[in-house]
């Protein structure tokens, strides 16, 4: 139970919850943990969702499909992050998009009604993750403006440097979760157009890069 809460601890969900009563608190919320191997799916869209998941070992791919068979990936997902609590405060029971492991993972399960309601025992600790919940909306929603802001850029070289600027802070050097296929397919552009794009970059010397990661020279 230590390792877990070890590894939940960094995420906002969690914090304010002491160790002595998170065992309590994973009792309340019927916690349940399962293991994937890259490339399962752990959920499909159109599949009822009903908890909220966070990432105890591994990362997890969040892809949209459109009716055309076009993927697009949304986010990863890494060790101490969530997904699932859109839905759990907007009510939604259907999934629209389709969680696949992305490289061999583990998963921590838990009822989201729990999470979002008051137990009937009145757990000291249930008003702490309502609050926190809060707090977690609001930041995905700071990331949907973000992956909005990269999508309005006309060229794919303003995308790119768009997301490099927003994944690399105050650091010139960093690296990306993803590989060139899902990069590609994160900035909604073609994988040709874009690694082309990355050697003029290169070759003009704004950046240079080794696999996934990067460095802004200019």
Excluded at 88 to 114: E, R, V
Excluded at 131 to 143: E, G, H, P, R, S
């Amino acid at each position: 139970m230590k390792e877990i809460f070890e590894r939940v601890k960094t995420n906002h969900l969690f914090q304010g919850i002491a160790l002595s009563d998170f065992s309590l608190m994973l009792n309340c919320l019927s916690a349940k943990t399962l293991c994937y191997k890259k490339g399962d799916i752990i959920l499909l869209a159109g599949n009822t969702i009903n908890f909220v998941g966070l990432v105890l070992y591994g990362s997890v791919k969040v892809i949209k499909e459109d009716i055309d068979g076009r993927i697009t990936i949304l986010t990863i997902i890494s060790v101490s992050e969530i997904f699932g609590e859109v839905f759990a405060c907007a009510g939604i029971t259907q999934s629209p998009i389709t969680i696949q492991a992305a490289q061999d993972t583990k998963i921590l399960y838990i009822d989201y009604k729990k999470v979002i309601t008051i137990c009937s025992a009145a757990c000291p600790f249930h008003a702490t993750l309502i609050k926190n919940m809060l707090k977690l909306i609001a930041d995905k929603n700071l990331i949907l403006t973000q992956k909005n802001e990269i999508l309005s850029k006309r060229t794919t070289r303003e995308k790119l440097m768009c997301y490099f600027n927003m994944e690399r802070g105050a650091a010139m050097r960093f690296s990306i979760p993803f590989n060139r296929e899902e990069l590609a397919n994160y900035l909604c552009v073609e994988r040709s157009a874009m690694s082309k794009e990355l050697c003029k970059m290169r070759d003009e010397g704004i950046i240079r890069f080794n696999r996934n990661n990067f460095e802004i020279i200019s």
